[in-house]
């Protein structure tokens, strides 16, 4: 347990060395020792699984997938180093020779990540934000969340134990508990720290955001800060699919008890017999909905005080629960209403309610769904239940929506993030803090780096990245031709 600022410093100062260890190791030894830690975690027995469900409440099946996916996680962001492709490698000769240009990426040094409540294996201790960075060749100090602590010290444990077997510096990876917001501030105004990495509250994120850039040196904040992920659905998808849409939306949307980054929390359509038809449909369905036992009882009692918030909101009509359960915990679903000219006039309406509640919003005409869509903020997802005729005479939204979000979905639900090279995680401000990187997928890993460019620079003494033998056998951009020559 770090309760001071002198037991930060110690713990930075060797996150420092190790990553001044990491330096020494190329693209090949890094990926070979992330393989290391995946084999570490996946060995972990049954102790693992139990303690997440004591902790979250998360069900076993959801743990075990989420453990598959973290250990997946740390094998494909391992190869997709060991194939040299976020070194970037390139080389720059003059046909004279006077000038030798070359260029790579670097890490950036010590990364601090904060556990995420809601993904107690694959965006917290063991992460991917963790993967990502060490792939990137820089330490990690992770502040584990207070919500699932014998959890996080599983995991820690098991990443010590692969570094171990591999033989790299301990220091490249340290667990910090402590349940205190001043160590977490002090974590990311050390003057070693270079790049911190979160997943939780807007409030949470844009306050270390704003730390990070109050520094003397500021420093890049990666937060992933939540989303309402709107769903647009349009009339001619609605004409056969309402019924099968509405139990696809609902389904969705109280899925882990809407305790999901990517929960499709709004639902916007044009108001007619389709759209009343849609309500009848969905009332039916989140009625048969079971209440849900949440992560912690400081989300909860967030939840229902944001919902009784919507509930007081002018113009906001119920128009259906799920089933209640009086348990300590449990969360009733809710589904609201309410029109487009009420949200314009009182964007709060648009703010994220964390857990299982829906908001519909029906629209006049086209003209003011296109003006809701201008007013909506950055997203992760944005949604269009469309048919492809929807498509061709609503290309006005579409163009608007790709400036409001990271992911772009036609048809489908948001919820359920594929780990691919493809998959982007991340979205205009408010939903992440940059929207050019996303936090899932290999690509992660380009947050973490920075390029630097050697000129004239004996072969010898150049990171083996950019050595003229190329012994890394890694693909280069050698005087604008690709090549592994």
Request: proline share 4%.
């Amino acid at each position: 347990m770090i309760q001071n600022e002198n037991e930060i410093d110690v713990v930075v100062k060797q996150a420092e060395a190790g990553f001044q260890f990491l330096q020494q190791c190329n693209v090949i030894e890094r990926a070979k020792l992330m393989h290391a830690i995946a084999d570490e975690i996946e060995a972990i027995d049954s102790m693992l699984i139990e303690t997440a469900h004591l902790e979250t409440a998360l069900p076993v099946s959801r743990l075990e997938g989420e453990k598959a996916r973290t250990v997946n996680q740390w094998r494909m962001y391992a190869n997709a180093v060991h194939t040299g492709l976020y070194s970037e490698a390139r080389i720059d000769q003059s046909p004279d020779g006077k000038i030798d240009l070359r260029k790579y990426n670097k890490g950036l040094g010590p990364v601090v990540v904060f556990g995420a409540s809601n993904f107690p294996f694959a965006f917290s201790t063991a992460g991917g934000d963790t993967a990502s960075a060490i792939g990137a060749g820089c330490s990690v100090i992770v502040k584990a969340h207070p919500a699932h602590v014998k959890t996080s010290q599983l995991m820690a444990d098991a990443v010590h134990r692969g570094i171990s077997k591999y033989g790299a510096s301990a220091d490249i990876f340290s667990h910090v508990v402590s349940n205190s917001f001043e160590i977490g501030q002090q974590l990311v105004k050390h003057r070693l720290v270079k790049a911190v990495a979160f997943t939780g509250s807007f409030a949470g994120g844009k306050a270390l955001f704003d730390l990070g850039q109050s520094r003397p040196d500021p420093i890049p904040v990666f937060a992933e800060m939540g989303s309402i992920n709107p769903v647009f659905v349009l009339p001619d998808y609605l004409t056969d699919n309402g019924e099968a849409f509405a139990k696809q939306y609902i389904g969705s949307l109280t899925l882990g008890v809407g305790q999901f980054c990517t929960n499709p929390g709004v639902l916007i359509g044009l108001e007619g017999e389709k759209l009343d038809t849609l309500k009848a449909d969905l009332k039916r369905e989140i009625q048969a909905v079971a209440a849900g036992k949440m992560l912690h009882q400081g989300i909860l009692n967030h939840y229902n005080q944001l919902r009784g918030e919507m509930i007081g909101c002018n113009g906001v009509n119920i128009l259906a629960e799920g089933t209640d359960n009086v348990q300590e915990g449990f969360a009733q679903a809710l589904l609201v209403e309410t029109d487009a000219a009420q949200v314009l006039h009182n964007p709060e309406l648009l703010e994220e309610v964390f857990g299982p509640f829906g908001l519909v919003i029906s629209c006049a005409d086209r003209h003011e769904m296109k003006i809701l869509m201008e007013h909506l903020v950055g997203q992760i997802t944005l949604t269009f239940a469309a048919s492809e005729d929807d498509m061709w005479k609503y290309q006005d939204l579409f163009t608007i929506a790709q400036n409001k979000c990271g992911r772009l979905l036609f048809q489908g639900m948001p919820t359920g993030v594929e780990v691919k090279h493809a998959m982007q995680h991340g979205g205009p401000f408010p939903a992440t803090t940059d929207s050019r990187f996303t936090s899932v997928g290999p690509d992660a890993i380009k947050r973490f780096l920075r390029p630097i460019s050697f000129q004239n620079w004996p072969d010898e003494f150049l990171p083996k990245e950019l050595q003229d033998g190329n012994p890394l056998q890694i693909e280069r951009l050698v005087n604008q031709h690709w090549t592994k020559e």
